[in-house]
């Protein structure tokens, strides 16, 4: 029974028309130069069927075609005697490769990367292949607990670096800064970060300190640090001080 094969794709067509037969055949020229050799069994305004072997049958657009070179009858003849004898050879070779596989299996053979071998040598070689994976795999974890331990070092060192800077840093213990009462006003003494002696006084509703050139300097009293501000806008820390 024929079967009815799509239209071919061109790189198929181009695999085909390369392909050479021995006996003569009808030669189909399409559009884009090239030729297609084989037995025009059909046609139909819109379609060529063409055989190309034994049990091979193409189905092309017509609109692609250009011209149709017959042959003769004889030629045909011929041609298919070829194919036939093709098809006949291939057969006999499927049944010898079948055959020579059933008498390995008898033996006790395997097929394996193309090699007959004993069910032994494949148990020795699949037993290889299992250790070398553990091997490879162990190989991977060891390379990954010395990434870690190095990591975890590195976190360590990091961590001793920062607990010796802290232990290094003088502490600052946030009390009230000492104050001295001087009739009715309170006067507070505090060190800023030059170690200047400051004293604090109560100025406006602020506690203020007086600077260099006179100025009234507010101080505050923020999240357990004594701040205040220069004529550019900084934040200076200062610590309280004996009077």
Sequence with gaps: MRRRIAPISLGLLACLCLAPVAASADVVQFAAGRELEGIVVSESPSQLQIRIAWQGYLTVDKKWVVSIVRSDEQSRRRLLDQWRQEFVDDQQREQQRRAFEAAQHDKGL?????????????????????????????????????????????????????????????????????????????????????????????????????????????????SGRWLFNDSDGVAHEVVPAQP
């Design 110 to 222: 395997v097929h394996y990367l193309g090699q007959w071998i004993t069910r032994d040598e494949l148990a020795a070689i699949t037993a290889y292949h299992q250790a070398q994976t553990v091997s490879d795999e162990r190989r991977r974890q060891s390379q990954e607990i010395e990434r870690l331990t190095q990591r975890i070092t590195a976190l360590e060192e990091e961590n001793q670096r920062l607990q010796q800077q802290l232990t290094e840093r003088p502490s600052v213990v946030v009390v009230p800064p000492t104050t001295v009462e001087y009739g009715a006003r309170i006067d507070r003494f505090v060190v800023d970060e030059h170690g200047n002696r400051l004293r604090v006084r109560w100025h406006d509703g602020h506690e203020c300190f007086t600077g260099p050139h006179g100025t009234h300097t507010t101080i505050r009293f923020n």
